[in-house]
């Protein structure tokens, strides 16, 4: 499905397929989408104007490799579930994303499993959402939330208040120096998938970012503060 009319609404369907979206001010809600192509199920490529809305919403990727739930620019995600995708999000840059679940998703020896991953990282908020990456038995650099590149720094970032487990590394920052105003504030990091959150730890490259309030979401040090490096 392409919507080229600005200010569309779609609303309480169900659509077999992927989403793309080539105007402003559109709105998604209450809808289920199936997308199984090497794709996104929901594809933003509208860089200004009022953002995407996509509210109360399940896309599911039919679990296959090279499949993106929610992708790439200026959109805002409220109460949306994903899951048999590669990655939950492949967002580069204008991306709010609040009380949202990313979970079950693919993974094999080639993939780079990731419940959010960016490369440009700039302007993303994540509030109050559940994100679970893998267990990391197959490909080690699967994460919640990645940095994807060594180009171009984090900016503007803030994750907070999320439920977060899985992976190589939980959590990826910013390689090669801090960012940009990345802030990680009252995250609970779980060990449901390892008793060290992510495979190896619960988060890399973070040392030198803005942190506070972050702790062990279960297990017998739960609620007391976790060291993200």
């Not at 509030?127 to 994807?148: C, D, M, V, W």
């Not at 990345?182 to 495979?199: A, E, M, P, Q, W």
Request: net charge negative; aromatic share 8%; proline share 3%.
């Amino acid at each position: 499905m392409s919507i080229t009319a600005a200010n569309t609404v779609i609303d309480s369907k169900d659509i077999r397929g992927c989403v793309l979206v080539y105007a402003p001010g559109v709105v998604i809600r209450k809808s289920k989408i199936t997308c199984t192509n090497d794709f996104y199920g929901i594809d933003s490529s509208v860089a200004s104007g009022t953002p995407l809305e996509i509210d109360d919403v399940t896309i599911t990727c039919g679990n296959r490799r090279s499949t993106n739930g929610i992708g790439e620019t200026n959109f805002s995600v409220r109460r949306v579930n994903i899951s048999g995708c590669e990655n939950g999000f492949d967002a580069d840059s204008n991306a709010n994303v609040q009380d949202t679940y990313v979970h079950d998703l693919y993974n094999d020896s080639v993939t780079h499993t990731d419940a959010f991953q960016t490369q440009v990282g700039t302007n993303l908020t994540l509030i109050h959402n559940t994100l679970y990456g893998t267990s990391a038995q197959f490909g080690p650099g699967t994460s919640a939330f990645i940095r994807n590149s060594d180009a171009g720094t984090l900016t503007n970032v803030l994750i907070q208040n999320n439920l977060v487990a899985g992976g190589a590394y939980t959590v990826y920052c910013q390689p090669n120096g801090p960012g940009n105003n990345v802030r990680l504030i009252d995250n609970h990091f779980s060990t449901i998938f390892s008793s060290k959150v992510g495979f190896y730890g619960p988060s890399s490259d973070c040392n030198d970012e803005f942190k506070s309030g972050n702790v062990w979401h279960d297990g017998s040090n739960a609620g007391q503060p976790i060291v993200l490096d």
